[in-house]
Every structure is written in C-alpha cells, then in structure tokens.
C-alpha cells in the first residue's frame, strides 16, 4: 500500500463503507491484500471474516488486519465448529489405497474396456472420486465425481462409474464415524461435512481472498451467506488457472459492485505492458498500470536468473538437468516428489512392471505408453514425456531429484506457472516449453501457415509468468507471441 490510498482503493473503501457487496479484480501486485486490511481498518467497529487461501497467507493477514477481523482459512473455521470431533482419525497412521480398497470390498481385476483394471487402481479411484466430491457443491457422490482414466472411452467410464459409485457412497459413509473407520480421514473431509450443514456466520462482512480460484464447496458456503453479510470478493480473473481441477471464478456472476485495482507497486511500467498483452488475449477486465518507480526491464539477458518458470512439470525436467549439468544448486518449487513418481512409474513400465501412478495405471508397457503418445490424440500431452525418459532414462530423473537443495540455498530455482503463483523473484525467464498454437490449413498472403488463436487459459498462465517479475523479465519462452495475429501489439505496429 502506498503512504495514501489510490483513487481505486478510496472508491473501494466509500463502496464497502456504503455496505454494498463488492468484486473487485485486482491485477498482479495491486495490493488487494493490503486494500482490504485498508477496508477494514477504516471500519473497525464492524467485525468480520477474512477467507485465506491457506494458513501462512491467513497467519501473515492476521498480523495485517485490526483484531474485529478474524483471519481464518475455512478449514480452520470447518475445525473448530466439527472438525475437532475427528482428530482422532486426522492421526491415524497412514494406510495404502490398496488396503482400504480391499476393507471396502474391491478385492478382485475388473475387466472394462477391453482392459484389466487392477484392484488398486479401483480403490484409489475410489478414493479420488470421494475426494473430488468433497471439492464440490453436491449433496451426495454421484456420476460427476468419478475420475477419467487414461484411455477409457465415454462407454468404458459409464463401466466404471456403475461398479465403483456404490463403494465411493460406502467410502463416504464410512467417513461419518468419528471414531473409527476404514478410510483414512483427510481435512477436506470435515470442511465437506461442515459445509453440509448449511453453516452460518457471524459478523457483518466475510471477506474473500483469491476468488478467481475458490471450489465450489467453499462457493456454497460464501454465497450462503449473501443475504445477511456483506460480502467482498477480491481476486484476479485473469489468474484462474485451476480450472481443470474444479476451481472456478466466482467473481464474474457474483451481483455485487464490481470495482478494480490496477496499479501493480510489484514491477514498473515496460512489464505492466507485456502483462496487458496477455490481459488482453485473456479477455481480462483490466489492465495493469506499473509503478514509475519501480525500474523493471523486459528482454533478453545474460547471466543466472534468480527463477525459470515452466509450462509443465516435463519442462521442470529440462530445466534442471540443463542447470544441474552446469554445476548450478537448483531449487524446485513445491519439491520433486511428483517428478519422482513419474520417473518411477516409467522405470516400473521400462522393466515390464505395471505402475499404480494415477496418470499411468492402465499402461502395460513402455511401449503401450509410446504408441499411446505418439498415435492417439488424447496421448499427445505424454509426448513430451516419453521423450524424456527415452533421451535420458528414468534413472537421470531420479538422480536429479535427489540432488535439488531448498530455497534458501538455491541459485536458481525452477517452478512450474501453476506453482509459481502468489510469488515473486527479481529476475525471472521463461522456459520454452510455453509453445505456440499449432498451425492450421489456411495460408496467408504470404503462404505462410496461419496459427490457431492463443487459448484464453494459456493466455492467462503465460500472464501468471510473466508477472512474477520485480526487476526484470526475459520472456524467451513467449517470443512467439509478438508474430502471432493475435498479438494485440501487431494492430499498433
């Protein structure tokens, strides 16, 4: 926040002291947490509810807010009202997928599709679809909650909804037991059952943070509270990148003020330009102001940069066998644990085992996985993949995840987009694994192949990218974009 507010910050605090219900897009590094402390402080006789994405985001609020504000996570608030009554089984000692699934009664190959599903690709499927109930809106499992596997066609899924929705709706019930059950209990859990019970909140307002990306479970119990709270949403559109695991924007459609905050005291005006092209070709409602102050640079750079942001977890890989191969302590964001279970699901299929990673169950083979890649375009995502593990082997793979140090002691640390959001580095470059659309058939005049339009959702990760700068950005990995048609810089050219 600067030493005074901005007009938009005044326009949000006389709209919140007015009482009306506010979504407010925020741009990358506008403050919106800092605003709504702002809004707060300026009504700290009123008390309230601050919805954080996770504890350390809750904790730093709470340091942040007046006391009339409780700075909360909802799993927090679904702890204290129910939560409490399962701790018991929150540390209960860790158990397979296999063994709950054979305590359910899953103890036997189902043959669908054509292929022989094991009994532990059943019970983890199972135990998916219990959990992606519980990220959702819905009263009870139903059709909606059960997991694709790879290679499945719609007949062979409608198979494997019929045999397994019964054991989810037994895994589901099984959970209710406060004292002792088959399931492991998680914490998503209790948030679902406190959900369940329609709960309401006290106060006079609820404050909701990263609102591009709230599931819809956590949608239910906020809006539920419309008609008695006042409620602000604050959020970035254009950062909704989880919606391919259930997430959704719940700014857009919310009836409320709608208000922005477009000034990004993060990064100076030259990448305030490259991230409104992005904006842009995301069908954003904003456009992002930088800081004059702030002296960020936009181009190509020699030197170590202090992050590589990546499109993929395969183009993690590249990352950091090329910078490890140099010598260069390398860091990854989030850990290497799920390049690790790639790696290994490769080596089991490479020595003729079958693998249990959830991307990968239903391969017999290395070589049913390649013919998979390069042949059916459902596969073509896995290209990348085998690739990798053809040119370097699973075993490269494993070494370099054993050999990445922590943060603190990084010289470089790599990060996928999705992983990267909500944090910052000083220098920044992106990997060239943010591909360009693939051609189509019709020629310019020039007879040159026309690409595909940019994809609104990649549109939005490549600004997520992009915006994680302070200092300087060199945006290799998206040089395409200035010869694409749908450059909104070619219209200016």
């Not at 707060?40 to 730093?60: K, S």
């Not at 860790?94 to 043959?111: K, M, N, S, V």
């Not at 010289?411 to 999705?418: C, L, P």
Request: hydrophobic share 40%.
């Amino acid at each position: 926040m600067p030493l005074s507010p901005t007009d938009e910050q005044a326009a949000a605090s006389e709209a919140f002291r007015n009482g009306d219900h506010l979504a407010i897009q925020s741009g990358a590094g506008a403050g919106k947490t800092s605003t709504l402390a702002f809004l707060a402080e300026q009504e700290a006789a009123r008390r309230g509810h601050y919805f954080a994405f996770n504890r350390a985001i809750a904790q730093d609020a709470a340091a942040r807010f007046p006391a009339s504000v409780m700075c909360k996570t909802a799993h927090s608030l679904a702890y204290g009202a129910l939560g409490f009554r399962y701790r018991g089984r929150l540390n209960s000692p860790r158990r397979p997928g296999w063994q709950i699934g054979q305590d359910l009664g899953l103890h036997t190959p189902a043959r669908i599709g054509g292929l022989d599903v094991m009994p532990a690709t059943l019970s983890n499927t199972v135990l998916r679809t219990v959990t992606r109930f519980c990220q959702s809106a819905d009263r009870e499992p139903d059709y909606q909650h059960v997991p694709r596997l790879r290679r499945f066609d719609d007949d062979a899924h409608d198979d494997l909804v019929d045999l397994l929705l019964p054991y989810a709706v037994k895994a589901w019930a099984d959970l209710q037991d406060p004292h002792a059950g088959m399931v492991r209990f998680e914490h998503d859990h209790y948030l679902k059952m406190w959900a369940l019970t329609d709960p309401v909140l006290s106060g006079d307002f609820l404050l909701l943070d990263e609102a591009q990306d709230t599931n819809p479970v956590l949608e239910h119990i906020v809006l539920a509270q419309k008609e008695r709270l006042q409620i602000v949403m604050v959020g970035d559109s254009a950062q909704a990148i989880y919606g391919w695991r259930g997430a959704r924007d719940v700014m857009t459609g919310f009836e409320a003020r709608h208000l922005t905050l477009t000034r990004s005291f993060r990064f100076g005006p030259e990448l305030a330009a490259e991230a409104n092209r992005w904006l842009a070709l995301s069908k954003a409602p904003i456009q992002l102001a930088g800081s004059p102050a702030i002296p960020t640079t936009v181009g190509p750079r020699p030197g170590r940069p202090d992050a590589v942001l990546c499109r993929t977890n395969i183009g993690a890989v590249t990352e950091i066998l090329a910078l490890l191969s140099s010598g260069i302590a390398t860091a990854l964001v989030g850990g290497g644990e799920a390049l690790r279970g790639l790696a290994q699901a490769a080596r089991d299929l490479i020595q003729g085992r079958r693998t249990h990673h959830p991307e990968l169950v239903l391969f017999t083979s290395w070589a049913a996985l390649r013919e998979y890649a390069e042949h059916d375009p459902s596969g073509s995502d896995l290209q990348p993949f085998a690739n990798l593990v053809d040119d370097h082997g699973p075993d490269a793979i494993l070494n370099a995840v054993d050999r990445l140090v922590s943060e603190s002691d990084a010289q470089v640390t790599v990060s996928t987009a999705h992983k990267a959001k909500g944090r910052e580095w000083a220098t920044v470059r992106i990997a060239p694994d943010f591909t360009p659309p693939p051609d189509t058939d019709e020629l310019d005049a020039a007879g040159v192949p026309v690409p595909e339009p940019v994809d609104e959702a990649e549109a939005r990760l490549a600004y997520v990218a992009v915006t994680r700068a302070r200092h300087h950005l060199d945006p290799a990995g998206l040089a395409w974009i200035t010869n694409h048609p749908d450059n909104p810089g070619r219209l200016h050219a």
